[in-house]
Nanobody, 117 residues
Framework: QVQLVESGGGLVQPGGSLRLSCAASGSTFSRYTMGWYRQAPGKQREFVATISSSVTNYADSVKGRFTISRDNAKNTVYLQMNSLKPEDTAVYFC????????????WGQGTQVTVSS
C-alpha cells in the first residue's frame, strides 16, 4: 500500500549541489523514520542518512555536506547534497521504516546521481 517515489537525481559536476525528493503514500507518515541509502555499481547498499520525528543521523562520509529533512504536510523527505564528489555517484533509494510499529520497511525505485566533469 505504501509507495515511495524518488526524484531529483541527475548529472552534476564535482562541487555542485543536488536535492533529492521522496514522496510517500500512505497514512501516518509523520510517525515513521525516513531514510536515504545509496548503491554504487559493484558495491553494497549503504546508509546515507535518516530522520525520525526530530532526530537526524548521517553517515560519516556525508556529514557536513548532506542534509536530510522532511515535510510531513507533503509526505515528503528530502536530501540536500552539497559539495558533491565523484564517490557520491550511486543510485539513491528512499526508505520508510515501519518496523518499530510492527510493520515492514519500504523502498523506492531509486534515482541516479552522477557526479562527473
Amino acid at each position: 500500500q505504501v509507495q515511495l517515489v524518488e526524484s531529483g537525481g541527475g548529472l552534476v559536476q564535482p562541487g555542485g549541489s543536488l536535492r533529492l525528493s521522496c514522496a510517500a503514500s500512505g497514512s501516518t507518515f509523520s510517525r515513521y523514520t525516513m531514510g536515504w541509502y545509496r548503491q554504487a555499481p559493484g558495491k553494497q547498499r549503504e546508509f546515507v542518512a535518516t530522520i525520525s520525528s526530530s532526530v537526524t543521523n548521517y553517515a560519516d562520509s556525508v556529514k557536513g555536506r548532506f542534509t536530510i529533512s522532511r515535510d510531513n504536510a507533503k509526505n515528503t523527505v528530502y536530501l540536500q547534497m552539497n559539495s558533491l564528489k565523484p564517490e557520491d555517484t550511486a543510485v539513491y533509494f528512499c526508505n520508510q521504516d515501519r518496523l518499530w510499529y510492527g510493520g515492514t520497511s519500504y523502498w523506492g525505485q531509486g534515482t541516479q546521481v552522477t557526479v562527473s566533469s
